[in-house]
């Protein structure tokens, strides 16, 4: 058994068991309203990027992201927006008066969700609601990988995937609106973007050479991806919030994210894998 | 109790999932000479395109080399092995990068090849004229006929455009030329750069859309793991299209984006290739690094002309050959501009 099958069986096992442990509240009655939540935090980002180096390159960064909720009796609707523009270095990364000079990796990452998931099951004696539903979730990863000076290439991953969504909701308190959220995320079915020069490379649908330079390039780099499944993507995701209200309408969200995913077009050439950790803090306003 | 029972074991759970990077990935590899030479060999043995057009037994390489490197060989002696094996696979788009130095393969000359600058430029061509951006252009002794040099196609896109805006300025050159008899262009000592600049200035002379080159990509590790033949385009682009007599002046020093400039004028009914066989590589190269922070390119595509003929290594023959000797040049004679000037001068 892989190591990631046994993540992934483990990461569905924890959400089961912290979903599930008894609670000596209730289900949280509410009216349904709106969260706006504006996070930041630490993310950790781990990329391999065989294109350009067999090396790991690693760093953290402080991202800003904007999450909007929709609470309603029956159904959640989520969406997201996440930006982080990080210097990830290897162990081969000069640095010079703590700036990076060589071998380093400017990376940007975007990250746009929409999830929506109805109750599917509701457990008093637990005292959890269960969510089921599908995301629609757009993750770009660009690198600029800056080998020497005025020597760089650039590299990304844009991958717009559908998949099941996993959702719970448990009260923490008793007839309080704080609560804890568990969400589990796994694309069964992704659009892929390989831009030149990395793993486009070896794309049989996508070459810059294609393309007219001289028309809409986004249009057209748009047009050549790849719809993929778990043949050449593997991704992953799992989202842990807390969430509790200092007032009626101001909160605090606790939330870690978990983020994986591993890329291949051919024959495992040129494999990506990206490993994104982060830690956020969010201001929560209740309407 | 049970809230913090829960709380507990989120913990748990996050803090698990947030160490388990030896999950994904394995550790990186290690920085030794035998290593780093395995990684070398192997990363060219599988994505490396052009041995077989390029007649070279990798593994041989290997047999070769392999036995050289012990726990004790030193960075210098590494950087003179790696140095040989560069060298040897014959191809521009292969370089070694490292602290020690940098290693290029670059095209001999034939004995007595001249310089490549056009030689005595007053003799052909009129001073004083405006310079543009990354153009030189003056009108030639013979007013009529334009003369552009295009020292090289090393473009930076801008934003969201992959095309450098300074290539764009052959719109105004053009438009101003509207009247000229014909047009020489000069790529004798242009090394190449960015394919969608070159590409973009050959547009301007395209009469309608063309395949003007091919190429396949490597999508395996085996020998034999090529993509399809893919074709590559010119078509008209831009306010004004110049389709009177046009002259591209070529040498061996002609290399990479400036053979691709070469064969997709080459497929233009009013356009005529002058000078020498152009450098042989057409390769698009890719950048890696080695654990000990060397970075090394190599090619991961083939490139073929417009009749489907491999240019790697042997570049587009031009359809009038004629060469300018070291006497010429010592002479102040350059024939193939003189050459160029005349077909202009004695079209229709």
């Known amino acids: 058994m892989s190591n990631k099958l046994i993540i992934v069986i483990f990461l569905i096992l924890s959400y089961g068991c912290i979903s599930f442990s008894q609670d000596s509240s209730n289900i949280i009655s509410f009216e349904p309203h709106h969260l706006f939540t504006l996070s930041s935090g630490i993310s950790s980002h781990i990329v391999r990027d065989e294109m350009m180096s067999l090396l790991l390159y690693r760093g953290t960064q402080a991202p800003l992201a904007f999450l909007y909720r929709f609470r309603g009796i029956e159904n959640r609707h989520t969406v997201l927006f996440y930006y982080d523009y990080t210097e990830l270095n290897s162990s081969i990364t000069k640095i010079v008066n703590e700036k990076a000079v060589s071998h380093y990796i400017n990376n940007l990452h975007l990250n746009f969700e929409y999830s929506f998931s109805t109750r599917a099951a509701?457990?008093?004696?637990?005292?959890?609601?269960?969510?089921?539903?599908?995301?629609?979730?757009?993750?770009?990863?660009?690198?600029?990988?800056?080998?020497?000076?005025?020597?760089?290439?650039?590299?990304?991953?844009?991958?717009?995937?559908?998949?099941?969504?996993?959702?719970?909701?448990?009260?923490i308190q008793k007839e309080s609106n704080n609560y804890l959220r568990v969400e589990v995320n796994i694309p069964c079915i992704s659009y892929v973007l390989l831009p030149e020069p990395y793993n486009a490379k070896v794309s049989e649908n996508f070459s810059l050479f294609d393309i007219d330079p001289e028309r809409n390039i986004l249009w057209q780099i748009f047009k050549k991806g790849d719809f993929v499944s778990f043949n050449k993507l593997f991704e992953m995701q799992a989202d842990f919030s807390y969430i509790f209200f200092v007032s009626r309408y101001i909160g605090f969200d606790l939330h870690y994210r978990f983020q994986y995913y591993s890329f291949t077009q051919y024959q495992d050439l040129f494999r990506a894998r990206v490993l994104n950790n982060q830690f956020l803090l969010g201001l929560t306003v209740k309407l | 109790m049970n809230t913090i029972k829960r709380t507990f074991c989120i913990l748990i759970v996050v803090f698990t999932v947030y160490g388990c990077e030896n999950t994904f990935f394995e550790p990186d590899s290690a920085n030794t000479p035998e290593n780093n030479f395995e990684i070398f060999w192997k990363d060219f043995d599988r994505y490396y395109a052009q041995f077989s057009v390029r007649h070279i037994d990798w593994d041989s390489v290997y047999t070769l080399y392999r036995p050289q490197i012990s726990p004790s060989t030193s960075d210098r002696q590494l950087f003179n092995i790696f140095s040989n094996i560069v060298l040897s696979i014959n191809d521009m788009h292969v370089s070694l990068y490292t602290p020690l130095g940098n290693v290029s393969w670059k095209q001999p000359y034939p004995p007595l090849y001249p310089s490549m600058r056009l030689i005595n430029a007053f003799k052909y061509i009129q001073g004083g004229a405006a310079q543009k951006s990354v153009f030189e252009y003056r009108t030639?002794?013979?007013?009529?006929?334009?003369?552009?040099?295009?020292?090289?196609?090393?473009?930076?896109?801008?934003?969201?455009?992959?095309?450098?805006?300074?290539?764009?300025?052959?719109?105004?050159?053009?438009?101003?030329?509207?009247?000229?008899?014909?047009?020489?262009?000069?790529?004798?000592?242009?090394?190449?750069?960015?394919?969608?600049?070159?590409?973009?200035?050959?547009?301007?002379?395209?009469?309608?859309?063309?395949?003007?080159?091919?190429?396949?990509?490597?999508?395996?590790?085996?020998?034999?793991?090529?993509?399809?033949?893919?074709?590559?385009?010119?078509?008209?682009?831009?306010?004004?299209?110049?389709?009177k007599p046009v002259v591209v002046l070529t040498s061996r020093a002609t290399m990479s984006a400036a053979e691709f400039f070469v064969g997709a004028m080459q497929v233009l009914p009013h356009v005529t290739i002058v000078g020498d066989t152009t450098g042989g590589g057409f390769g698009d190269p890719v950048l890696r690094e080695l654990p000990n922070g060397w970075t090394y390119r190599l090619s991961t595509t083939i490139g073929a002309d417009a009749q489907g003929r491999i240019i790697e290594g042997v570049g587009i023959f031009p359809d009038v050959a004629v060469t300018t000797t070291a006497i010429d040049s010592a002479n102040g004679i350059d024939r193939i501009m003189e050459k160029g000037i005349d077909i202009i001068k004695n079209s229709q």
């Open chain 1, 122 to 171: 509701v457990f008093e004696d637990l005292h959890t609601t269960c969510f089921l539903g599908a995301r629609l979730s757009s993750i770009l990863n660009l690198r600029d990988h800056c080998f020497e000076q005025n020597n760089s290439q650039m590299s990304a991953e844009l991958m717009t995937g559908l998949g099941i969504c996993l959702l719970t909701e448990t009260a």
């Open chain 2, 140 to 243: 030639c002794q013979d007013p009529s006929i334009g003369y552009i040099i295009i020292q090289t196609f090393s473009g930076q896109s801008e934003g969201l455009s992959v095309i450098d805006s300074r290539y764009l300025v052959i719109d105004d050159i053009l438009s101003q030329w509207k009247n000229m008899k014909g047009i020489i262009i000069d790529v004798r000592w242009n090394g190449g750069g960015e394919m969608f600049d070159a590409q973009a200035v050959a547009n301007r002379f395209a009469d309608q859309s063309r395949v003007c080159s091919y190429y396949c990509q490597k999508i395996g590790p085996g020998k034999d793991d090529f993509s399809s033949w893919k074709s590559i385009s010119i078509e008209p682009k831009g306010p004004y299209q110049f389709l």
